[in-house]
């Protein structure tokens, strides 16, 4: 199995259950690993052959852009559905980080897996 990876992908949101973080947009750092077979990329070096990381970065910008949740772990579960679901990737990670959340910590969230690690 190979694995394309997407590292820091910063986007601003509204994320949080207290009254003044459904009022603000607050910064969400994304690290994605994705299951994909690169062999084929690789020996042709086509775009097309690929699994376009360009293309799952602007349409997650697009969605947690404009997306509006209470708990990260919703949103990390609508990222990964995106990911699944649009990209044809048959298992994927994604590390979300709610940035200065908590005082005196880099950071809090969740790291989810979903679908089949291939073998």
């Known amino acids: ?14 994320v949080g259950v207290y009254d003044w973080e459904r009022e603000i947009r607050q910064p969400v750092v994304l690290d994605i690993e994705m299951a994909a ?3 084929r990329a690789a020996a042709t070096d086509r775009i097309e052959d690929a699994l376009d990381y360009h293309a799952v970065s602007e349409r997650l910008r697009e969605f947690v852009g404009t997306a509006s949740f209470r708990l990260v772990e919703t949103l990390a579960e609508g990222c990964a559905g995106i990911v ?7 298992w994927v ?6 940035v200065d959340a908590i005082e005196h910590a880099a950071g809090v969230g969740v790291v989810i897996e979903r679908g089949r690690r291939p073998d």
């Open 93 to 98: 990670r994604i590390r979300l980080n709610k």
């Open 37 to 39: 077979d690169t062999a």
């Open 84 to 90: 699944l679901g649009e990209f044809g990737v048959p």
């Open 1 to 14: 199995m190979d694995i394309v990876f997407l590292r820091e992908l910063r986007i601003e949101t509204i």
